[in-house]
């Protein structure tokens, strides 16, 4: 868990706001239609809610990896770690 991004921590949030709110809102007064429709609301709301959120999160995401190898960050498309020189493709294709 601790190496998840503060943009994964946003989606993580926002989604147990939701699922809390619609659940504290629940009366059980109310007939199963109501609670089918509203839960059906909350899964729409969510899967939009959740596609934006993923397409912020994939953007803001980080242009470098860590070499396997060393432990350094390396840019994303080299192929060759300056430091250690791990080879990645031909790891790649090893696996």
């Known amino acids: 868990?601790?190496?998840i991004r503060p943009m994964g921590w946003v989606i993580i949030v926002l989604n147990a706001y939701f699922f809390i709110n619609f659940f504290m809102s629940y009366d059980s007064?109310?007939?199963?239609?109501?609670i089918g429709l509203s839960f059906m609301f909350l899964i729409?709301?969510?899967a939009i809610l959740n596609t934006f959120l993923y397409v912020i999160y994939r953007v803001t995401g980080s242009k470098q990896r860590q070499c396997p190898g060393c432990g350094n960050r390396?840019?994303?498309?080299l192929t060759v770690c300056p430091t250690c020189k791990f080879n990645f493709l031909k790891n790649a294709k090893e696996i």
Request: hydrophobic fraction near 40%.
């Open 29 to 34: 007064n109310d007939s199963d239609t109501v």
């Open 1 to 3: 868990m601790k190496n």
């Open 74 to 77: 390396v840019k994303k498309g």
């Open 44 to 46: 729409f709301w969510l």
